[in-house]
């Protein structure tokens, strides 16, 4: 008897078949004296399975190379604007708002009670989803759950105002509410659920003008991420979205630090930091982790049948804040080595509209083969 794993592959936003498990033995289970399959040929599939999957995109994406040449007129696709923020909201933005401020009035200890039932659940409904402290709910929201509060609050205010100053497709929020009594305690998140598929899974089922398309989109973005103003803060110029501690994976694991007057004080907190290219930037909003994971996509279709893709949203906001103007993509670069050269090169295609940030990408990238980071 044999025992093989089964794992998914996904390369588009087609939903994966259920299992039970991922554990399954090749042999007879009827006890019938059926053969059993060679295990060649299950490892021979597990190989050819996802160059399988690429052949059946590219009969979408490029139906030309798999019919007899013929004379065509290209048409091509327009470059699509950044996705307006939906009104299409799962409670009904007409009484989403209005349900919401009354739920608000009740005391936190009833609330959190409620979201820690929902998010139990949300689990038996949908599952949990990967390693990630989020639960989908129904009635199309998401609820976010953390031990740490200050992560939560800084995404909410930053989904605020993102909502009050730009039309960047971003999740709503609806609620939040903390609890301190004990450190294993969870503070919740409330926020609307972004449509799509993450990036980092639907990339290859992506065009090449798919992709100068997104380009364009994010370029969009993080231009309006940059015309929001800063608030006054005692005169402290990097923080996070509340004037507060900066907290990032990228650094000290975490750990909370700031805030800081100026870039030279941060830069202490890096590798290099006395670098030329550590300081003289300006200071801007910033998402401060773009990588596929946290871009969302979705599958349109022209009005000349032409399918493609386009930006549905970014999402975890978490790390946002006020950051040397380098900082977003020298983030979105951290896990280069995950994703393919296309998507490396559209991020560098995004940023030059701002600027050079090549010697701050490679003194960033001393520091991680450094160790920051890890």
């Known amino acids: 008897m044999l025992e093989f794993r089964v794992e998914h592959v996904l390369i588009d936003d087609e939903q994966p078949v259920d299992m039970n498990g991922t554990i399954a033995l090749l042999g007879d289970h009827s006890r019938q004296g059926v053969e059993k399959a060679d295990a060649r040929l299950i490892g021979s599939h597990a190989r050819f399975s996802r160059s399988i999957q690429l052949v059946n995109l590219a009969r979408t994406i490029a139906p030309g190379l798999f019919s007899e040449p013929k004379t065509t007129t290209y048409i091509p696709q327009p470059q699509l604007p950044v996705r307006m923020r939906s009104s299409n909201l799962g409670l009904g933005h007409t009484f989403a708002r209005p349900i919401m401020l009354l739920w608000r009035l009740f005391p936190s200890k009833v ?8 998010r139990r659940l949300g689990r038996c409904f949908y599952g949990k989803d990967g390693d990630a402290q989020v639960q989908r709910l129904p009635f199309g929201l998401y609820l976010k759950y ?3 509060p200050d992560t939560l609050r800084n995404e909410y205010n930053a989904l605020k105002v993102l909502e009050a100053k730009t039309t960047i497709p971003a999740p709503r929020v609806f609620d939040m509410v903390c609890q301190n009594n004990d450190e294993d305690d969870l503070s919740y998140l409330l926020i609307s659920r972004v449509p799509g598929t993450s990036l980092a899974i639907c990339r290859d089922a992506l065009s090449d003008q798919d992709y100068a398309n997104l380009s364009a989109q994010l370029k969009d973005c993080v231009s309006q991420m940059r015309d929001i103003s800063k608030p006054a803060n005692n005169g402290m110029a990097i923080c996070n979205t509340l004037g507060e501690a900066c907290r990032d994976p990228r650094i000290r694991d975490w750990s909370p ?4 007057p100026d870039e030279a004080s941060f830069s202490q907190n890096l590798r290099f930091s006395d670098e030329p290219s550590r300081r003289g930037h300006k200071i801007v909003f910033t998402h401060g982790d773009l990588n596929p994971r946290n871009i969302m996509m979705e599958r349109i279709s022209s009005s000349a049948g032409v399918s493609g893709w386009r930006l549905s949203g970014i999402i975890d906001w978490e790390t946002a ?9 020298t983030k979105s670069m951290f896990e280069s080595f995950r994703w393919p050269r296309r998507h490396n090169n559209m991020m560098q295609d995004v940023f030059s509209e701002f600027g050079n940030y090549s010697e701050e990408l490679a003194v960033e990238r001393r520091a991680w083969e450094s160790g920051d980071g890890i």
């Open 111 to 118: 609330r959190i009670a409620a979201y820690d039932l929902l």
């Open 146 to 148: 953390n031990s740490n």
């Open 257 to 260: 630090i700031g805030p800081f």
């Open 321 to 329: 804040g006020y950051y040397p103007e380098y900082w977003d993509y």
